[in-house]
């Protein structure tokens, strides 16, 4: 599977600007977005928020009373209301309560404040990543196990909401007699890593795909294909036209999950790293269904 490695880099796409003048004795405020190149509707979409302003008119003396505001055009309004009910609902995270639904399985994303909900998602990926051990096998796992809790936490509570987001799949009903209530993990992580963006003509990050993980007595059942297929809606939610992950290269299940899901290998690790004893990996490569 995907090589389960914390990501700490968090760089804010989402940068709002106010600048205000005076001329004349008029305020002008104007609101613009600073984020990625959209294309086609997107980039008017864009064109629109940075031409939608406010006007307001004052004397030069500071006294609230004496300034009133000029109207604006129904469409300005109409803009304005809608990038903030977006921006509020990204806030929110509503928009990933839901992401996929297929094959009696729910992805959507992890509750941050759900202690138990969190552990679950630990102890998944801590199985599916831990290497056993010959001797104290159960010590070791135990501090694997704090050091993955640790890094879920601090990513959790140090990433914007629209920067980084952990997953989990669980069952639609209760058919499934389980004491756990969730089934796989995966993080997804906007990332602009220069040798993934070599790969990316004219791009300036992507989401980075890692920590792919499905509960040992729920595999083979489609977990992890729903999984992937919510990495990329969110992808097109996160208006990101790439995705990347990386599988070892000798783990030819993995590598087959990923190119059924439409990744494509471009680069592989050098090859003296496995004259030191460790796995080599391949870099893949997916283009979302944003640019569709």
């Known amino acids: 599977m995907a090589n389960f490695l914390p990501s700490y880099l968090h760089v804010s796409n989402g940068v709002r600007l106010e600048a205000s003048c005076i001329c004349k004795g008029a305020r002008v405020y104007f609101s613009s977005s600073y984020g990625r190149k959209f294309s086609g509707k997107k980039r008017n979409e864009g064109k629109r928020r940075q031409e939608a302003c406010i006007v307001q008119c004052c004397s030069t003396s500071s006294t609230p009373s004496s300034s009133q505001s000029f109207p604006i055009s129904a469409e300005a309004r109409h803009v304005l209301a809608e990038e903030r009910s977006l921006e509020a609902k990204e806030a929110r995270g509503l928009d990933l309560e839901n992401l996929m639904s297929e094959f009696g399985w729910r992805v959507r994303r992890l509750a941050h404040n759900d202690q138990h909900e969190i552990r ?99 595999r083979r059942r489609k977990i992890a294909s729903i999984l992937l297929e919510a990495c990329e809606m969110l992808s097109i939610l996160w208006h990101f036209e790439y995705l990347a992950l990386r599988a070892y290269e000798d783990d030819f299940g993995a590598r087959k999950l990923y190119a059924n899901a439409g990744y494509k290998v471009v680069s592989s690790d050098p090859q003296w790293m496995a004259w030191t004893g460790r796995r080599r990996r391949v870099l893949m490569i997916k283009k979302s269904g944003l640019s569709m």
């Open 120 to 218: 679950e998602a630990v102890e998944i990926q801590a199985e599916a990543f831990h290497t056993p051990m010959f001797l104290f096998d159960d010590l070791f796992f135990q501090f694997f196990k704090a050091e993955v809790l640790s890094g879920l936490v601090y990513k959790l509570r140090n990433s914007p909401l629209n920067r980084y987001a952990c997953l989990v799949a669980e069952p639609v009903s209760d058919s499934y007699k389980t004491q756990r209530r969730l089934v796989g993990v995966v993080d997804v992580t906007a990332l602009r890593d220069e040798d993934v963006l070599k790969h990316l003509r004219g791009e300036e990050e992507y989401l980075y795909v890692s920590g792919i993980a499905v509960s040992k007595n729920f």
